[in-house]
């Protein structure tokens, strides 16, 4: 039966689909239900004390929790008990866990534009907000465009904008004094674009990247005698400064400065010579799985004296005098790109891709170790770290030896083998040791269990779940995914997980759909994932599960989590989107379970996942009947020559072949997919004749910042797929 024609069911008919669950007399869990529990993100621990907190999101609200020993009783901090749309991030807390930070509002687009999907007419706000974990209404400290860092001593919050430092106290301004706009003078002047600062152990210092376009410094400001001092300034790329523990010294990385090739294509360009902002410790961090970008490829034919392209300094802060303490050997291109260090006892702690994995790698501050030792060896990648307290310990969030699931690895920096903190059937990352090394904080799920707050010792053992409350969740009806490993046509084999109803009859034929997650740097688990969206979409397919759909979700080539070779593909994007082939070879074999309807396979997800499920209709109408695309790509690049191999890359390349209905869903402040890509995929459906329904969100942002627009996002999901697919 045609797209059309599907369409053409009564509205009698659509009643009693959208009354009467698919294959169930039972009456299933609602998808209010399934996503009422509160996701935890950010989990942060002190370093002196043993304390922690996080950020939750519960139907909307975006609140601040904290919790201590002995029982760890979660207690909220701030109050913000509205779905307002106004997003939390950037938790810090004190080194004595007295005092949280946090930002309030989304960050700005390139125009300068803070989110504001409730269209409120005073615009958006983006400010840091403080609290005290004793208790108390949370304060605004300053508003700012950016992120900052809190001092350890919890006093000052320093942040960097438009080229310049700024540091402003974080006390609770006097009664009836409004909280500070950005300060009007930077915390001291600096020639250059200045960004990444970074607090000294004892907060009265400092660091920061100060970008000059050929070259970069590492500084410090010192705030007592109000000095600035560089670091054995060269004519080289300097980053990422870190901390040594007792404050008196500082590593970083240093890579050779520009060629007279690139100074030259710069002034072509008009650089101003100001340089560009960044040049800090990278948008992810230390320990949440982020990675300082390597350098550009110009950079890597620029070499220093012995053809090394990239190089660990210490310096002596008061007096800028460094020496080099590594370097990678010549032509080694992997630890090339070894950047965003931290120091760990007398060691730097980084992460990086090599040998097929990505892992964590020391080496000694003295020059002891030409060669980086691995702390996290196997196959398997180790995606997120964090230090102990007194930096002898890295506790990671690994996929060695479980490749579909996540759990924590303890590893002795100093070298040594590591050893499991959590294994099983669960899913464990983002570890925080607590101050006293005894226990470990982590984020916890499962099949059946939503992202949670446990507690581990830190010797190993069974997480204790703290938060959130879970008395009221289906977890009784929930399945527990299958892993399925297939071939593409090109023989690549790659994995994916398949949920089957609980009520499914021999014999019986269901329809079915198919999930593919975003990214495409992503991978879907055998549990709830740690991703917000992902997150959603996993209780989604739980769902879609429930109502009695045979519900599977596709790990792409170009995904994390299976090796570098898996991730970096060929011929994919607007390279020639071999990915599909995937998408294609997972859509046959729903299509050929025998538990499976194959006139009734539907495809939905959001972003890259948009990309593939209009590539599915646009290329396999007759194998997808339907298809939910959520803020998709469907023009690769920026021409619609048929010859090109970018066009050929994209959907509209075989919108010819597209007849199965469409849902469209996208919002029009989207600051990682154009709006306009929906926009011309519209024109050409209306075109062509190809019914499309479509969901608009103005002001609202790639994944939406409203809990009621996603309820009603996935609502207009199911009912579409019950109207098509019935």
């Not at 152990?201 to 400001?221: E, K, N």
């Not at 290329?619 to 020559?641: C, K, P």
């Amino acid at each position: 039966m045609s797209g059309l024609k599907k369409m053409g069911i009564s509205l009698l008919l659509a009643a009693l689909a959208a009354a009467v669950p698919l294959g169930q007399a039972a009456k299933p869990f609602t998808i209010e239900q399934v996503l009422a529990p509160g996701y935890p993100y950010e989990l942060v621990a002190a370093s002196g004390a043993d304390r922690i907190a996080w950020i939750a999101y519960e139907a909307g609200q975006r609140n601040v929790f904290t919790a201590a020993p002995p029982d760890f009783a979660p207690v909220r901090l701030s109050a913000n008990l509205t779905d307002d749309g106004v997003d939390l991030t950037s938790l810090r807390i004190s080194a004595d866990g007295s005092v949280v930070v946090y930002i309030r509002g989304h960050a700005p687009n390139r125009d300068g534009w803070i989110a504001n999907p409730t269209s409120d007419p005073r615009g958006g706000e983006r400010a840091v907000w403080a609290a005290r974990t004793s208790g108390g209404d949370p304060w605004k400290v300053v508003e700012l465009t950016g992120t900052a860092e809190l001092s350890p001593d919890g006093k000052w919050v320093a942040f960097a904008q438009e080229g310049q430092i700024y540091a402003v106290p974080v006390a609770r301004p006097r009664p009836n004094t409004p909280a500070a706009a950005a300060p009007p003078e930077p915390f001291f002047k600096a020639f250059g674009q200045n960004s990444g600062p970074v607090w000294s152990p004892d907060g009265q210092r400092l660091a920061f990247v100060s970008q000059r376009s050929d070259h970069s410094f590492i500084g410090v400001y010192t705030v007592a005698d109000q000095r600035l001092l560089y670091l054995a300034p060269s004519v080289d790329r300097d980053s990422s400064p870190t901390w040594s523990p007792d404050g008196k010294r500082i590593a970083y990385v240093r890579r050779p400065g520009a060629t007279f090739t690139q100074i030259m294509a710069a002034a072509a360009a008009g650089a101003t010579g100001r340089g560009a902002p960044g040049g800090g410790r990278g948008a992810g961090g230390f320990g949440r799985g982020g990675q300082e970008a390597g350098p550009a490829d110009g950079l890597r034919r620029a070499a220093f004296a012995g053809g090394y392209t990239n190089s660990f300094w210490v310096a002596d802060v008061t007096t800028g005098e460094a020496r080099e303490f590594w370097h990678n050997a010549p032509g080694d291109e992997d630890f090339a790109n070894a950047g965003n260090i931290e120091w760990a006892g007398d060691r730097v702690v980084f992460r990086l891709d090599r040998n097929n994995w990505e892992h964590y790698y020391a080496v000694a501050v003295d020059g002891s170790t030409p060669e980086p030792v691995d702390l996290t060896p196997g196959e398997g990648f180790a995606e997120t770290g964090e230090l102990s307290a007194d930096g002898k310990y890295l506790y990671s969030g690994v996929n060695i030896g479980d490749i579909d699931r996540r759990h924590v690895l303890k590893s002795p920096v100093a070298g040594g083998a590591p050893a499991a903190v959590t294994s099983g059937t669960m899913i464990e990352t983002y570890p925080v040791p607590l101050a006293s090394g005894t226990k470990v904080a982590l984020l916890s799920a499962g099949p059946a269990q939503p992202q949670s707050v446990a507690i581990v010792d830190a010797s190993g053992g069974t997480p204790r779940t703290i938060f959130p409350d879970l008395a009221a969740f289906p977890a009784a009806d929930h399945v527990v995914p299958e892993p399925v490993e297939l071939t593409a046509s090109d023989g690549l084999r790659f994995h994916n997980q398949v949920f089957v109803p609980k009520d499914l009859k021999p014999g019986e034929k269901r329809p079915a759909l198919l999930f593919i997650h975003g990214g495409p740097s992503r991978q879907m688990l055998l549990g709830y994932h740690y991703r917000f969206f992902y997150h959603m979409a996993y209780a989604m397919n739980q769902y879609f599960t429930r109502q009695g759909y045979v519900t599977m979700s596709v790990n792409y080539r170009s995904g994390i989590g299976y090796g570098t070779a898996f991730r970096r593909a060929e011929n994919t994007g607007a390279r020639g989107n071999a990915e599909y082939l995937d998408i294609l070879a997972a859509g046959q074999y729903l299509a050929g379970r025998p538990d499976v309807d194959p006139k009734r396979v539907g495809v939905w997800g959001l972003s890259y996942g948009g990309v593939l499920t209009a590539q599915a209709l646009a290329r396999n109408s007759d194998i997808f009947a339907a298809g939910v695309d959520m803020a998709g790509i469907h023009l690769w690049g920026n021409t619609v020559d048929p010859e090109s191999v970018s066009y050929q890359s994209s959907s509209i390349a075989a919108i010819d072949k597209w007849t199965s209905p469409v849902l469209l869903l996208h919002g029009d402040d989207d600051r990682n997919v154009a709006f306009s890509q929906t926009v011309g995929l519209v024109q050409l459906l209306r075109a062509k004749g190809i019914h499309h329904e479509l969901i608009v969100y103005p002001d609202d942002v790639h994944d939406s910042l409203l809990h009621y627009r996603w309820l009603k996002a996935f609502g207009a999901t199911d009912d579409f797929f019950r109207r098509v697919l019935k």
